[in-house]
């Protein structure tokens, strides 16, 4: 029996285990670094320990530090959040040594997915479809030259080492790729000290849509249906929904049949999501699975109603799911915004100190923040400071009460998104549910 | 003389460049990271650095002055 966890992060997702641990009467464990003394999630654990300097490899990524915490504490498991450690197969791999629950997938399937190639094998094994690409990394312009004919144009060339927003960059023909791959495999080299690159087909006017999963261990595997998460700056999530304004109940059905397949066939246990590319034609592409709780998970919660952290828990806890698949339906829809301290026009990050912050409130909005009123945002960490998730009973009502809660969101002393998130929902293209991947680019960079 | 200046708050993650090294325009002379972003900071003109204000690990202010090219 899980009487005791520890949380292996911070931010609002820390506080948000929290909150759920207390109400399921869970003893909670934080683990701080210096630069988040004061940070909520700290005071809001029933323990908090000071684990090293800001760097997270000193703090949230030091796997002995928090170790020997986890023992010190005498937790009987640990959450690792999104980000961090949560997809990290060697952590797993010491808390399973160790007798400490790793709250998540075991080991070995973090691993499997973890690695681009290994995970595109197990899709395509579990009978999911793949974006088409190479599966290895690409040795000259020559063969990159071949393959891209082959896949066919046009053709994203990505970086293997590449975060961030440097070493990716889509080409539409021979010409553009010879000087990409050069210049890419250059900058990768110089910078990350791995040239690797690899192709992959660009599907255009793509949308984003994952499907969440719980999975038990004992063999029952879930969907919780899908989120829409096209609107993304710097391939980076900007606002999440549920469900998705684009795909038919048809393929709804067939995407969650898919989702649940390769969960089983790999073993799966815990929450996990899986991301799919969807064409105009609706046809799904499996582009990556996230072996953990997602930062969008609000929006999946605010339409089924299920607290997706309590299952966590109680499938860690070796308990069989009870929620059954033809039991579950979508109510009304939900909206997440992704509160961002950074220029709402270059994107760049915008560190400093929070003079006042006034959350909207109302039955239809959910918050869930970092920081506080007279608060230092250190440039440590994701620019990310909070989520404001609101519900509806259909679209266009969410729409409307995001925009009433943004209107009255109050955040001064250093920049954030919210200008942008604003304009982003006035947009015609949005209001009709027209989201693709280049949204930004194409509706908001262009029209401003 | 052109001042190389921070697009962001940040520390200087790398620099890429020698004082006395011939830049051409648009090549990167410094990288800045903050808040898990890598940002490339490059010249406008081609030139030579003449000095780099900065040392790696530093941090520095949006509209610091990192470097100045000849």
New interface residues.
């Given amino acids: 029996m899980i009487k005791k966890v520890l949380i292996a992060n911070r931010g609002e997702i820390a506080a948000r285990v929290i909150r759920t641990c207390k109400k399921l009467h869970i003893q909670t464990v934080a683990i701080y670094s210096e630069a988040d003394q004061h940070a909520p999630f700290v005071k809001q654990a029933d323990e908090s320990y000071l684990i090293g300097p800001p760097r997270v490899n000193e703090s949230y990524l030091n796997v002995d530090k928090i170790l020997a915490v986890a023992r010190q504490a005498n937790v009987d498991a640990i959450h690792p959040g999104y980000g961090f450690l949560s997809e990290n197969g060697s952590f797993a791999e010491r808390c399973e040594q160790e007798g400490i629950i790793f709250i998540g997938p075991t080991s070995d399937v973090i691993k499997t997915m973890g690695d681009k190639v290994s995970a595109r094998k197990a899709m395509q094994q579990a009978g999911v479809p793949i974006v088409p690409g190479t599966y290895d990394a690409v040795s000259s312009s020559d063969e990159a030259v071949q393959k891209a004919n082959e896949i066919g144009y046009p053709i994203m060339v990505k970086a293997a080492a590449g975060?961030?927003?440097?070493g990716m960059e889509v080409v539409a023909n021979d010409t553009q790729l010879i000087k990409a791959f050069s210049g890419n495999a250059k900058r990768a080299q110089?910078?990350f000290g791995d040239g690797a690159i690899f192709l992959e087909k660009k599907i255009e006017n793509a949308r984003h849509i994952e499907i969440q999963l719980l999975a038990d261990t004992k063999g029952n595997a879930i969907h919780l249906f899908e989120r829409e998460c096209s609107i993304q700056r710097?391939n980076q999530k900007v606002i999440e929904e549920a469900p998705s304004p684009f795909i038919s109940e048809k393929t709804r059905q067939k995407m969650g049949e898919a989702a649940v397949t390769a969960a089983k066939t790999l073993g799966y246990t815990n929450a996990g999501t899986i991301e799919f590319l969807v064409d105009e034609d609706e046809n799904f592409y499996f582009l990556e699975m996230n072996t953990r709780i997602q930062v969008e998970h609000p929006v999946t919660e605010e339409i089924t109603g299920v607290d997706i952290v309590a299952e966590q828990l109680r499938i860690a806890n070796g308990d069989a799911l009870q929620l059954k698949q033809d039991e579950l339906a979508i109510n009304g829809h939900a909206i997440e915004a992704r509160i961002y301290?950074?220029?709402p026009e270059?994107f760049?990050?915008?560190?400093?100190h929070i003079t006042s912050l006034h959350l909207p409130e109302g039955d239809y909005v959910r918050n869930e923040v970092a920081v506080t009123s007279d608060f230092d945002v250190t440039?440590?960490?994701?620019?990310m400071i909070g989520k404001l998730i609101v519900w509806g009973k259909d679209r266009n009502e969410a729409i409307a009460r995001l925009h009433a809660a943004l209107a009255t969101y109050e955040l001064k002393g250093i920049k954030t998104n919210i200008p942008m998130l604003l304009k982003i929902i006035d947009l015609q293209p949005y209001k009709t549910g027209n989201t693709t991947t280049s949204f930004i680019e194409k509706h908001y960079l262009n029209h401003n | 003389m052109q001042e190389i200046k921070a697009?962001?708050?940040?520390?200087v993650w790398?620099i890429?460049v020698a004082e006395g090294e011939k830049v051409e325009g648009d090549q990167d002379i410094v990288?800045l990271e903050?808040?898990?972003?890598?940002?490339?900071i490059g010249a406008e003109e081609a030139g030579t650095v003449k000095e780099l204000k900065v040392a790696e690990g530093d941090?520095v202010n949006?509209g610091d002055v990192i470097a100045t090219i000849e």
């Fill in positions: 975060g961030g927003g440097i110089a910078f710097r301290a950074e220029d270059t760049f990050p915008s560190p400093g440039p440590f960490y994701d620019p | 697009t962001m708050a940040g520390s790398k890429v990288i903050s808040m898990k972003m890598e940002i490339p941090f949006e």
